[in-house]
């Protein structure tokens, strides 16, 4: 089986985490910051603040920004489920705007159009969540206009897009943004295996997500409202205890020397899939002119109404072809929360067409090759 995702292990990473377990810390010792300083230099941000997922980067970014009871957060509905339930962690309610049918990302369009009605009606969201669909960034400078415009915050769900350009820099600089996040997910561009990191470039945020990932606790006196003595820490807010591992930081920091390899050599697979694939009847990823996806995904959708079955046939054929995503709002713990099929038209569109063919690091032509053919069978 070839899957539609995998990581790329190299000996200098198993020499990386092997040398942390004789070290003296296996976690909170001196590899998670320099994991974080040297994404942060890459990427072009202040800070990062490394955790044990995107998840809880999504978690304790939202809390950062004060959602609460009340609150109001949107995102786009194709994504994984992680991007909204961030919003729930809180208390907070859940909205979607529909994509964009070239790009598949949260359609500016429709963001500006449902910003308008939710002005009207007097509610609009404290917090928007743009999700960079298969590493292809979003329209970033419009959604960061709305944002000024009707007072919301960003947080950028990055999670595929670490490696990605918008408008010529790095994905993750939060240039139009309050908060960017990265997965470290196997099946990201990079893994620590579980992980995932958020990004700032404001040194209050970057404090408030320091503690939130660890219990809420600070030891740093210009917080606490008194000190007892030397041993003092004190708990300011209700954190977590979301740590990334030194184990991890070691072999994220291992991975981030191939960075550029690993996303020169998934673009280079994409343009030849755009061109080994082109005399078929498929809707290839669609680029962006502002942008240079770090291709996490490459999208196909069908045009024949044989969804279901060319995937059954590429599974079969042993080409582990995937769907990211099935609409969150059709989940059934969302359709409990009021959300019904038919909500987001484009989306469900979307779904109904959508498979992810393989696209990794460790393909090789031959491979490539292979899911051509598989593809040329199954249509
Ligand atoms: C993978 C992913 C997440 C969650 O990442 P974890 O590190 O597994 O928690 C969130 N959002 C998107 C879009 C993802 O693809």
């Given amino acids: 089986m070839i899957p539609y995702g995998r990581q790329d292990i190299s000996q200098a990473d198993i020499d990386a985490v092997i040398e942390v377990l004789t070290s003296d810390y296996l976690t909170q010792g001196p590899r998670v910051p320099a994991f974080e300083a040297a994404v942060a230099a890459h990427v072009g941000a202040k800070h990062g603040i490394a955790v044990n997922s995107a998840t809880s980067a999504l978690h304790i970014a939202c809390m950062a920004l004060g959602l609460g009871q009340g609150g109001l957060l ?58 960079h669909l298969a590493g292809q960034s979003c329209d970033m400078a419009a959604i960061g206009a709305l944002a000024q415009r009707y007072g919301f915050r960003v947080i950028e769900d990055a999670s595929h897009a670490i490696g990605g350009h918008y408008n010529g820099t790095f994905v993750g600089d939060c240039a139009h943004s309050d908060i960017a996040i990265f997965s470290f997910h196997p099946v990201k561009i990079v893994t620590t295996a579980e992980g995932g990191m958020a990004m700032t470039n404001d040194a209050d945020l970057a404090q408030k997500m320091d503690y939130l990932r660890s219990h809420g606790v600070t030891r740093n006196p210009d917080l606490m409202s008194h000190s007892d003595g030397p041993w003092y820490y004190q708990m300011i807010d209700l954190g977590y205890n979301y740590r990334m591992t030194e184990m991890q930081a070691a072999l994220g920091l291992s991975q981030m020397d191939r960075l550029d390899a690993f996303v020169a050599r998934r673009q280079e697979l994409a343009r030849q899939y755009d061109v080994k694939l082109a005399h078929l009847s498929l809707t290839l990823p669609h680029q962006d002119h502002a942008t240079k996806s770090a291709f996490h995904l490459y999208i196909i959708r069908l045009q024949n109404g044989n969804h279901k079955s060319v995937f059954e046939a590429l599974r079969a054929d042993g080409i582990g072809v995937n769907l990211h995503y099935i609409p969150v709002h059709l989940q059934p713990y969302y359709q409990r929360l009021g959300f019904r099929a038919g909500d987001f038209p484009q989306a469900e569109a979307y779904y109904a067409e959508a498979i992810s063919i393989p696209l990794y690091a460790g393909l090789t032509d031959a491979d490539q090759d292979q899911v051509v053919a598989a593809l040329e069978r199954a249509l």
């Fill in 74 to 131: 949107w995102t786009s509905p194709v994504t994984f489920v992680a991007s909204s339930n961030c919003g729930l962690y809180c208390g907070a309610d859940v909205d979607f705007v529909d994509i964009d049918p070239a790009t598949y990302n949260m359609s500016v369009a429709a963001l500006t159009a449902k910003l308008q009605a939710a002005e009207a009606a007097g509610r609009l969201p404290d917090i928007v969540v743009p999700v």
